[in-house]
């Protein structure tokens, strides 16, 4: 008769059972959750396309394109003869060219409302013979040649914030602030009386090279307003 073989199985007591939990080590941080991530909604577009817009719905500031030029109204009227079908009489400035037209539109006819963005941007330096904007949020710079900014260099100021004018991804104009706060560097020196009643003026060189008319209680170093629209005195700042 064969022998009977014997196993021997050892099993853990609770004392090891007890010492191999005491060695490990439960961290007191919660677990990370899982994130979860909202795709983001496409950006709207920026530069929009051109729309249907009746000539009685014109007025002043509309943008239009005519010709396939982009015009901005500055004045119209509106036109009943006593014999014939009514009109708008309209003036508009060239974004292009910046030459002033005058055109005609029948009344309750269809015209190209063309739509300009604009963006808020401030002018930073001079680069040569060209002047840098830079957005303040991205910034991002645009930068403008002397031929685009034409008379305006006389009221740029480093720092100011003017307005680009955008279509179809380009800049077709920008807009200086209406009032601007600017130094008087040279002037004849104001006479003993003068006062801020005086109907007489003397010419002043400002700090960005402008000239304009100032009453004669001005002096070199005061801090004037001035009409960037007219380049009228307006006041002491």
């Not at 919660?30 to 719905?57: E, H, Q, T, V, W």
């Not at 109907?199 to 400002?206: C, E, N, Q």
């Amino acid at each position: 008769m064969a022998g009977t073989a014997t196993v021997s199985v050892s099993l853990p007591t609770s004392t090891s059972i007890f010492s191999s939990l005491s060695s490990l080590r439960f961290s007191s941080k919660p677990l990370p959750l899982p994130m979860r991530f909202s795709p983001k909604p496409p950006s709207p577009p920026r530069f929009l396309g051109i729309y249907a817009l009746s000539s009685n719905d014109i007025k002043v500031g509309t943008n239009l394109e005519v010709d396939g030029a982009p015009l901005r109204i500055l004045e119209f009227l509106h036109v009943k003869p006593g014999k014939g079908a009514a009109f708008v009489r309209t003036k508009m400035r060239n974004y292009i060219t910046g030459n002033t037209v005058e055109k005609t539109f029948r009344a309750g006819s269809t015209i190209e409302e063309v739509n300009v963005f604009k963006e808020t941007k401030q002018f930073t330096y001079k680069d040569g013979s060209q002047f840098v904007f830079m957005d303040l949020n991205t910034f991002e710079e645009t930068r403008l040649d002397e031929v685009d900014v034409g008379d305006k260099t006389k009221w740029l100021k480093e720092g100011m914030d003017c307005i680009l004018l955008f279509r179809n991804g380009k800049v077709i104009d920008f807009e200086v602030p209406i009032t601007v706060q600017l130094t008087v560097v040279d002037v004849d020196p104001g006479l003993k009386g003068d006062t801020a009643l005086g109907g007489s003026t003397k010419p002043a060189t400002l700090d960005t090279g402008a000239i304009i008319n100032v009453p004669l209680f001005v002096n070199t170093g005061d801090q004037i307003m001035v009409d960037t629209r007219t380049g009228q005195y307006m006041s002491r700042a």
